[in-house]
């Protein structure tokens, strides 16, 4: 059976909460060590919708095995200036159930995501930031033409190791 991407909804989130899980529990990919509940995803996809902002998940076999999103570059500045020039750029994360890695969930939620900026013309600039040993995430996005931008030494702190942030941006 193939894979299918669609907008994510409430029955999603027990699976989005177990993919988030392990990967604040295994990676660097975010910068978390706190595990979180269905009670905080739920607050965030609500956020995330009602401003207009996607949440798309991968389907395979009724499961989610990954799931996208794009948000405020900058929240703190977001939620405070709704008007604020940082509002034409976001930053875009993307999750893959460690069972379904590197068969191309990622590249095809990063299209589906660089798909539905497209569509919202109030768009400019994508923005991925990304830890610096995530050599995959980094190859993942330079792929669609993502460029790095910025390399922010030890800005970081995760299981006890510094860590380089790297931002990596795509103007549409
Ligand atoms: C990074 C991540 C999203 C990639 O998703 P994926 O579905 O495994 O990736 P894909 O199979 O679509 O691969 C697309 C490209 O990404 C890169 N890539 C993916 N995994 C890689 C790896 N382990 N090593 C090197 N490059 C890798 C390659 O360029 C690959 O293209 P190729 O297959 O033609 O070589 C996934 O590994 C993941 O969820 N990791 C943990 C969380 C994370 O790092 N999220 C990103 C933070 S924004």
């Given at each position: 059976m193939s894979t299918v991407i669609r907008n994510a909804t409430t029955d999603d989130l027990q699976y989005i909460v177990a993919i988030y899980n392990d990967i604040i529990k295994n990676t660097f990919a975010v910068?978390?060590?706190?595990?979180?509940?269905?009670d905080n995803r739920r607050v965030w996809m609500e956020n995330r919708q009602e401003a207009g902002y996607?949440?798309?998940?991968a389907i395979l076999n009724s499961e989610v095995i990954g799931y996208g999103s794009?948000?405020?570059?900058?929240?703190?500045i977001h939620d405070t200036f709704t008007n604020h020039g940082l509002r034409h750029t976001v930053e875009l994360t993307v999750h893959i159930d460690?069972?379904?890695?590197r068969k191309g969930i990622g590249r095809a939620l990063v299209q589906a995501l660089i798909d539905e900026a497209k569509k919202q013309?109030?768009?400019?600039?994508?923005?991925?930031?990304?830890?610096?040993v995530n050599t995959a995430s980094i190859s993942?996005?330079?792929s669609f033409g993502f460029k790095i931008v910025a390399k922010?030494?030890?800005?970081?702190?995760k299981h006890g190791k510094w860590l380089d942030d790297v931002l990596m941006q795509k103007i549409l």
């Open positions: 910068w978390s060590e706190k595990t979180v509940d269905i996607p949440i798309l998940v794009f948000g405020p570059f900058s929240s703190s460690r069972n379904h890695r013309p109030n768009i400019h600039v994508l923005v991925a930031g990304i830890a610096a993942l996005f330079e922010m030494p030890e800005t970081g702190l």
